[in-house]
């Protein structure tokens, strides 16, 4: 009933939320000037100039161009890309393909091993094993990924040579139908070792750049929650009857200390969002991030725009879902107003 | 009544138990040389202020302390424990006169030496605890059902297995399932279907009736429905009510109950206390009865132990202390207890404080609150001694020192 | 003057006096909280050390002319490896001294940090106390506005807005307190309606002490606890997404910044020239973590519950 409410009401407030995304977007790119120079050349005449502003409705009021940009945006028209020299809408799906099976990678391997050395420490508090993770976590939040990289490609790449760079091998890339955009599951569905080999091969350098960080938001978590659960009355409880301390710590304070960790699943999921802009940048990975580096250099608005649209709405999206499922999962919560 | 429980040999004895935290001001005294019995049978009331060390007392019985900050110093806790009746499994059978034990005992052990693998055997089965606040001592997460449940699974997975009907040599899989130990892919392995299967669901049947026997007997309503509910949908009574039906889910020799009611409206606190008695007097399981309400634990206990600033200052039949209470802290306590007949505004209060408990010098931890206090009592240490055989007191009142005044309560004017 | 007045005043000023009293033994105590924490005091040891080299910067290393932020260019030692005589870092593709570099950088880093810090932080501090003491619609819009900003990721956010404004390390700063003021709108806000609720306030109010007044010495100092952690947080953070804008290029080429820096030495890695990003990249690794460190640390000593974490 409550619970009913709440998602009722969250799921009310998010059209706003990214009508006001668009609005700040859109704005944020008239602050630098009518788009209109990216039609123009030198030799046009004021009429030609003209001309081309009323052909992009760039001769009408600002509000009206923002409706018929949200109106092409519905109609899935999102612009050309100078840097692309595409439409934006057709080079899209590659680049996100891409740019997500990073951030999956690095998510999934973040998610497992943040929760385990989280555990880890939480359960030994304020011995030698927490302070090094406690150490590993704020390093991981301190650490600028573009170094970070840069120094693995110095050590893996320039000295010893044995990681590559890029995406894939673009033979063996090519050598197999992508259904899904995803390399490592098209080379499965492909049923090619080459092709996964050569996929995990190019994801696991970038991973581990991207995956570094969101493995010390996720472990600093659930150390914090897991410390907080074992001083609850339960734990003791569940040890006055009798359980060993593996169970103790299982089934009771581990369990209960992923439900607060769950909130921090939407926090992760920005920083690798952010994270793949310079991790692409770095590994040459055929990413949005990489485009959007690209684009921002070259004054691409509609891309920028595009693509500052959709990861809002995604962290959006992701943090509503984050929210609504922490709801259900925990049964003390109270929702707040 | 009272004079067949004097004869009767302890369940457990405490000897010199010394208990200290490491805290940022120094080592605090927190339980300092406490000496008692529980007899089988009885229910023993702990009695004192906050922070006077009774929880920690309760608490050692089970090892439940953290152990940095805290620090066990000194002295045993000897328990003593029964056989389980082999007839019934420690569910209560004529044989056994409905107790679940066989007379006699089977051995001694000191708590505080054992391996923590022993001391988990007894915790739950031999020796069971209740919390003061059911709401908090519940995991919120898991169905109450659930949580009883891990109490069988941990103790009782022979008669588990025998009431699922397999044969007593079954090992594998089902085994640790019925012993709470699944190892990686046990999971699958016993919900696929084929006999495994089957065999899970036969144990599962088991565990829920036994889960269902437990919670009956502490007068739930329906309780096959109650298992399946999450603490947080039940009132805290009924809540309390499965932290007692889960405690005695296995007939302990001792039950530790640290102030069970004290979270709890005063008309339900009525009732529990009611469920605790009765189960307690049907499967003569021993209580130590922790709280701070004296009128309480006059009501419910057989013997009480008045402590003090982590000392016992008086312990004795319940009826001899309250109609005679020696020390003075204990009038002080009584005074302060409201009766029908209590002029209103009329109620004393013991000045000060209790004393910080960090490197406590040689001398009477109430000297300084005391109102017969003497020289005497600021130098010397007073120990526990007997003045009747069912009453001890710690006061030089009663046990003047070699030297020095001797404190007397008709010095008092005030 | 009459009898209730003087005594009136007089304890106002000794509630006053006590309170600052209360406050500084509490201070006191945060201090000493920290100063316990190795971790803190390792994060206290490299901020102390990177200002003074921000400060001392131009006695450590002659300033270039004309511009002291404009890296030096020495053409007759390009690509030399750490060790060289008057290079003691090496240098950059470009005969940039990496020393230099690193120096330097701590003072762009440091005016960087406390300019986008001070800025969100007043202006943020503002719009959250207006929001929580006003309420009403005004509350409803500016915190929807601050709903909205959170909506989009920080360095997404600062990053288009940068490119909009046209590459300079100005823009960098300027599109970072864009977009970082919100955090202390929110905080402050946050803190205004919890201590709203306080029976001291409402003490206030019942003696009839004007709104502002209650604001000023009974909501503002209390809230000062929470904004001061965020801030100084911030302080690294601030520095991370700076660098990583300029590393991406939205700052002018050949700035004496770390992020640029790394950018310009990423070249050389192929040819196993590793020391021109390593260095400057190390700098802001260890100016973040100094930050996190040290706010961490006062989070702690500030926080009861979570002694011994």
Redesign the interface.
Known sequence: MQLRDYILRRLM?LP???I??S???FT??R??GSPVGIYLSHEMTPDEVAEIEARFNLDKPVWVQYLYWVRGIAMGDFGWSGVAAAPVADVFPLKLAATMELAIASGLVALFLGIALGTYAGAR??RLPDHVT??VA??G????????G??L??IF???IGIAPIGRSDAAIFASIAHPTGLYTIDAILAGSPTALWDAIWHLVLPSVTLGYGATAIVARMMR?AL?EELQ???V??????????R?VLK??AR??AL?PTVTVIGLTF?FL??GT??VE??YRWPGLGRW??D???R?DQAT?MT??LF??VL??VVNLIVDLVYANL???VTLGK | MLDERHCAAPVASVRDLKVYFQSKRGIVHAVDGVSFDIRDGETLGLVGETGCGKSVTGRSFLRLLPVPPCILAGGSVTFHTHVVCKACAGVGCEACDGTGRQAGRDRSVDLLGISSEDMRRIRGDRIAMIFQDPGKALNPTLPIGAQIAEVFLQHRTEELIALAGLPPDTVGAIRRFASQSPRFGDGWLLSLPGPRRAQRLRVEESLAKMVADALAETQVPNPGKLMARYPHELSGGMRQRVMIAQALACNPDLLIADEPTTALDVTVEARILELIRNLQQRRKTSVLYISHDLSLVRRISDRVAVMYAGRIVEIGTTAEVFANPRHPYTRGLMAAVPGADTPRGKLAAIRGTVPELVDPPTACRFAGRCPHETGTCRSNDPVLEAITPSQSVACFIDHPAQSGERPTYERVTK | MTDVQQSRIAAGAMTADTAFRVRMRRLFGVLQGMASNPATVIGLVIIALMLVMAIFAPWLLEPNSPDPYQMPRDWGAVRKPPGTPGHPLGTTNEGGDVLYGVIWGSRTSLQLSLMVVGSTMIVGTIVGSIAGLVGGWVDEVLMRLVDVFLSIPELIFALAIAAVLGPSFGNIILALAVVLWVKYARIMRAQVLQIKQHDFVDAARVIGDSKLNIYLRDILPNAVTPVTVQATLDMGNVVLIGATLSFIGLSEAGIAEWGVLVSEGQAGIASGRWWASTFPGLMIFLWALAFNLVGDGLRDALDPRTEGR
Do not use: C
């Not at chain 1, 939040?141 to 970070?148: E, G, N, Y």
């Open positions: 407030v706003v939320l990214i006001g995304v609005i700040v977007v944020l790119t602050i630098g508090r304020n406690r150490i704020v390093s939040a301190s650490l600028p990924q573009f170094w970070f840069i120094l490609l110095i790449w320039a000295h914090s410390v609850q009355d339960y003791d409880a569940a040890r006055a009857k009798g359980l060993a301390e169970i089934r009771h369990r209960n439900v920005g969002l952010q802009i310079t940048i770095i959007m580096a684009s921002v250099l004054g920028l693509y500052v990861t809002s962290f959006l925990d049964r003390r």
